[in-house]
């Protein structure tokens, strides 16, 4: 059963917090953060990119990157833009975005259940972006960028967060420029913490629905920990990191569309007949064409959208091979085009649904691209049957909004 425990959080002071707030490190390059963060001299881009703050051209992966970021974080605390909770506590941060909310819990986790899938994967990573997280948060000896945790249903704990949030005022309410309300109560009542606890001790599972890479990376790390101190006692604050938990239910997964460069030598009809094998093809009901139900692919392709219809002979039950974005890669992608490994070809590009499908237009209409497909977005039910089943997504299968934010909840790694 799922390990749920407090920590003493280290977060910005509530005149800071709209400032300090940032969008992951990892959904925009080095050029995007020094935009980003002018005239703003308190966003966590400046820890979580600190090369933004070295001469433009400094490789990110340098050591001095992870000293700056050090640096930055030391001051700031400091300064008192950062101050550390006296006592363990848990978090209720809520997001509001376009008048729907989800709630999470801010807690830690516990690095053993990551081990032996309590909780759960549905993704595959890399050695290089483990890498350069293992490096931050060790350097900074903190976990500084949350976990977005999912788990099915626990009643209990909505019953006592819906409880606490109507009854004690937040610590921070503010809507970032992106229009995303951010709303943050502190829960330091050893009642609610106890009743919490107890609550997600019967959660048989928690799935992770975004950051693969910063959870392998904060596991690897409390295990380094462990080697360095072989006298562990399994209390120590590294052998848990920071986490957000939230109702699978209020989750919103939007499309991950992809575009390709070119046709795989053949013209348009020629593709357009070949693609018949396996999809039922027409113009499509509107423009741009929002595929209306699983199985189903817009395409936009010389200007025009068509709508495709997946065939019966292609669908399968298999709780990885169902999945539209395997469709479309096993019956398209590969066998047409040529796209064998989307994680490693250099022909095809993702883009994210907070986009829209203009970008994809663009894309095409600029001559970047050949063709762009639209994604009918994948359920929350089909991410944790994969997971359940032991098994991994295809790259680039779900985009959650709105992103978490890094800076509000820091955790301590201690001694």
């Known amino acids: 059963m799922a390990t ?10 509530p005149e800071y917090a709209k400032d300090v707030a940032a969008l992951p490190y990892d959904v925009m390059n080095t050029a995007e953060a020094r935009e980003m963060v002018k005239g703003n001299p308190y966003s966590f881009l400046h820890i979580d990119r600190a090369e933004i703050d070295l001469p433009v051209g400094t490789d990110p992966y340098s050591p001095a990157v992870y000293e700056k970021a050090k640096d930055t974080f030391y001051d700031m605390l400091d300064k008192g833009i950062f101050t550390q909770d006296l006592l363990p506590n848990f978090y209720i941060y809520r997001l509001t975005m376009d008048g729907r909310s989800q709630t999470g819990l801010v807690v830690c986790t516990a690095i053993d259940e990551y081990l032996n899938d309590t909780i759960k ?10 890498a350069d997280r293992i490096r931050h948060v060790d350097t900074l000896n903190a976990n500084t960028g949350p976990i977005f945790l999912a788990y099915k249903e626990n009643a209990d704990a909505k019953a006592i967060i819906d409880g606490y949030t109507a009854a004690v005022p937040p610590v921070y309410d503010f809507v970032s420029d992106d229009g995303i309300g951010h709303t943050v109560w502190v829960i330091d009542s050893d009642t609610e913490i106890g009743m919490l606890v107890q609550s997600f001790a019967n959660v048989e599972n928690f799935y992770i629905a975004d950051g693969h890479h910063r959870n392998a990376s904060a596991v690897k790390v409390g295990l380094k920990r462990r080697e360095q101190k072989p006298d562990y006692t399994g209390d120590e604050e590294f052998n848990y990191y920071l986490s957000v938990l939230f109702p699978a239910d209020e ?9 390709v460069k070119d046709l795989n030598g053949r013209n348009e009809q020629e593709f357009l007949e070949k693609i018949s094998e396996n999809f039922k093809v027409s113009p499509a009901p509107a423009s741009p064409c929002h595929p209306p139900r699983r199985h189903t692919f817009g395409m936009y392709l010389g200007g025009k959208w068509y709508l495709l219809e997946a065939k019966d002979h292609i669908l399968s039950h298999d709780p990885v091979d169902g999945l539209d974005v395997s469709i479309l890669q096993n019956s398209l992608l590969a066998p047409v085009l040529a796209i064998g490994d989307p994680r490693t070809d250099k022909r095809i ?11 994809l237009e663009r894309r095409v209409d600029s001559g970047e691209m050949q063709v762009a497909f639209s994604m009918f977005p994948t359920a929350m039910d089909e991410l944790m049957a994969v997971a359940d089943a032991g098994r991994t997504m295809p790259p680039k299968s779900t985009w959650f909004e709105p992103k978490l934010r890094s800076g509000l ?5 201690g001694e």
């Open 349 to 359: 590009d993702f883009v994210g649904g907070i986009r829209g499908l203009g970008e």
């Open 121 to 130: 994967k549905h993704e595959l990573t890399r050695a290089d972006k483990e």
């Open 4 to 13: 749920i425990r407090p920590f003493m959080g280290i977060r910005p002071a």
């Open 251 to 259: 989750l919103f997964i939007l499309d991950y569309n992809r575009v």
């Open 409 to 413: 909840f820091i955790h301590d790694l």
